[in-house]
């Protein structure tokens, strides 16, 4: 079977495996509007049947944030919040985080832009100026290697050797295979990520194995394969005709319509622009809030605009 392009581990899993999957556990349930599936992969087997390395998968998903609902926003805000302050370790120290993503390309500049509302707060703990109820954090947005020549492994392995940091937060564009999944889906996992993923330029690791410390990925899917589209199009023209065409007839079709270089091209939404600019928002206000428990939500927000 052809591998599903997705940065999704629930899509994976439902793409790979009609039944239940050994050394996979699934949960979902629903808090507070907001559809939460839990992916848990434990055995080396399963995690390559599915393609991600082994660790946890949580994914929020609500529909509404595509039409910028305000309680929606709130609500995947405030669980991703409470999600990823229990990943992070119990002695915090110093939290990097990093906006992976190229900033002049926008469905890839959701980690930058998720950066820039990032509060940074390192340096503020030094001198007259120190607050107690302040955490140190770090936030970068390190390029991509097409612009600075160098691979983001290289760049953040630095960093962590100066900084040496507790853990670390990397914040990405992601893909998937399905397209309403664009703009209205999280995917919190403490499996580390893949640089580039999203876009099909896939880069060096993050992970635990790689850096040496606790590495916590958070993506949004902007993007889905034209290729995924073009066979979700003739699978359901096949049904309506009464004839269902095969993997192998799915993708003889999609080589003979689009190719290969056509295939690898992406999709993305007409309204790009702001829903990146949502996410990076959601997404920033939720990494403040676990890594900043001491401050209250006006200061929050206060030092955010």
Known sequence: MKPIRTDLAMESLDCAAAGELPGVAVSRWNEGGVEVTSVEITENAAAQALGKPRGSYLTLSAPLLRERDPDARLAVSSLLSEELARLLPEDRGTVLVVGLGNRAITPDALGPMAIDRTLATRHMLRGPFARSSLNSVCAVAPGVLGVTGVETLELVEGLVDRVRPSALVCVDSLAARDSARIGTTLQLS?????????????????????????????????VVYAATLA?????????????????????????????????????????????VQDAAGIIASAVNRA????????????MMD
Do not use: C, Y
């Not at 099909?200 to 850096?211: A, F, K, M």
């Not at 096949?238 to 091209?265: I, N, R, T």
């Not at 890594?291 to 206060?302: K, N, R, T, V, Y």
């Open 190 to 222: 403490d499996a580390g990520i893949q640089p580039g993923a999203g876009v099909g330029n896939r880069r060096v690791p993050l992970t635990r194995d790689s850096l040496g410390v606790p590495v916590i990925a958070i993506g949004m899917p902007t």
């Open 231 to 275: 066979r979700d199009a003739f699978a359901w023209l096949g049904a309506e005709q009464g004839d269902e065409p095969s993997e192998e007839e799915l993708s003889h079709m999609e080589k003979a319509l689009l190719g290969a270089e056509v295939g690898e091209m992406i999709v993305t939404p007409r309204e790009v622009d702001s829903m």
């Open 291 to 302: 890594l900043q428990p001491g401050l209250s939500e006006a200061e929050i927000l206060a």
